[in-house]
Structures are given as C-alpha cells and as structure tokens.
C-alpha cells in the first residue's frame, strides 16, 4: 500500500469522529450561549477519541512511520481548521 493511501484511508475514518466532538464540545457550546446540540457526554466524548485515535495505533502497529506522521499532520491541521470554523466571532474582537 502506499504511502499516501494509507494515510488519507487513516484520516478519512478520524476525521468524523474529530468532527463530531469539535461540534459537541461542551466549552464551546457553553460559551455561545445559545439553543443548539447538547454537548457530549464524557463518555462518549473518550469513546470518539479512542475511535479518531484508532487508525495512528493501527498505523504504528504495522510499523508504516512514513503515513503515521503524514495522519499526524494531517488531523492535526483538520482538528485547528475545526477549531477555527467552529468559533464564534465576537463584536469587537480581533
């Protein structure tokens, strides 16, 4: 398998679940203020991480570094793009 297929195939099943705790992230709920999704419960807030987690231990397990570091940098940036997408712009602020 190459490289850059295995990589995007670990991304492509860690991005829902980051996805989905950045939307139902309780302190970003919290400082909107407003009726919307309920946060996650903690639970399922680790149970989502396990599973965005899951494809990095695979990767790791099967010793491929070259598309481990290529999933690292690449959920890492999805992760700060969700961050980013997902704030609230404030009046005033930067």
């Not at 970003?28 to 419960?41: E, M, Q, W």
């Not at 481990?68 to 704030?87: D, E």
């Amino acid at each position: 398998m190459s490289t850059y297929l295995a990589a995007s195939l670990a991304m492509l099943f860690s991005l829902p679940p980051l996805l989905w705790l950045a939307l139902r992230d309780p302190k970003r709920l919290r400082s909107l203020r407003k009726a919307g999704p309920s946060p996650a419960k903690p639970g399922a807030r680790r149970l989502l991480a396990s599973a965005a987690a899951l494809p990095g231990i695979v990767l790791a397990g099967l010793g491929l570094w070259p598309p481990l570091l290529i999933w690292i940098g690449g959920v890492t940036l999805a992760g700060w793009l969700f961050a980013q997408a997902l704030a609230g712009h404030r009046p005033g602020g930067p």
